[in-house]
């Protein structure tokens, strides 16, 4: 794979195009295109393994893409919406992570793989990352713009501007969603 590089927004969506027409290269070739912004989301990601990053950013990096390729119902339609598409499932394998240390903590007795053997997420660890998990459900139940929102900015990384434009709300909009949607989490949390 080559190194990364610094994507066009246009060749971006331009190759995500090629991709939902049935060019199964095209995502190859998008995903060398954006591997460094991937790894961006994934230090984000492993950064918020609360406590232990247990998760090593190539392994999340790959997991995710591998999540993304097997995915025939989603086709992101540009930049910012690959992004949020990519930082779900980057949610969702550090969640499955947790899940799995959680059921060994509990004496499961199947054994799972998991994304980097060497380090070992401690009981605290695993289970702060499913309290996250609960309460962004819970949020998405009650309002599924506000678990989008909190998805795309908190997760993706994604802007004010870019999170609007994926929501089709204003700005404005976007920044009080944001503030209800912290006041939520937090109180669920508590």
Not at 1 to 22: F, K, V
Not at 32 to 39: F, P, Q, T
Not at 45 to 72: C, F, I, M, P
Request: aromatic share 6%; proline share 3%; net charge positive.
């Amino acid at each position: 794979m080559s190194g990364p590089r610094d994507p066009n927004p246009g060749e971006i969506t331009e190759l995500l195009n090629s991709w939902r027409s049935g060019d199964q290269t095209a995502f190859d070739r998008l995903f060398a295109i954006v591997y460094g912004e991937l790894r961006r989301l994934a230090r984000r990601q492993s950064r918020r393994d609360w406590k232990n990053r247990t998760l090593d950013t190539t392994a999340l990096v790959h997991e995710a893409y591998l999540k993304l390729v097997g995915r025939n119902r989603v086709t992101p339609t540009d930049r910012s919406h690959f992004f949020a598409t990519a930082a779900r499932a980057m949610r969702q394998i550090v969640v499955d992570h947790a899940r799995r240390k959680a059921a060994a903590r509990r004496g499961g007795d199947v054994e799972h793989a998991t994304l980097d053997e060497a380090g070992a997420p401690s009981t605290q660890s695993a289970d702060e990352v499913l309290a996250v998990h609960g309460a962004l459900e819970q949020l998405e139940r009650l309002d599924e713009r506000l678990g989008r929102l909190v998805e795309m900015r908190y997760f993706a990384g994604l802007s004010e501007e870019e999170t609007a434009r994926l929501l089709d709300v204003s700005e404005s909009t976007v920044k009080r969603d944001w503030r209800k949607a912290r006041g939520f989490l937090y109180r669920a949390l508590r």
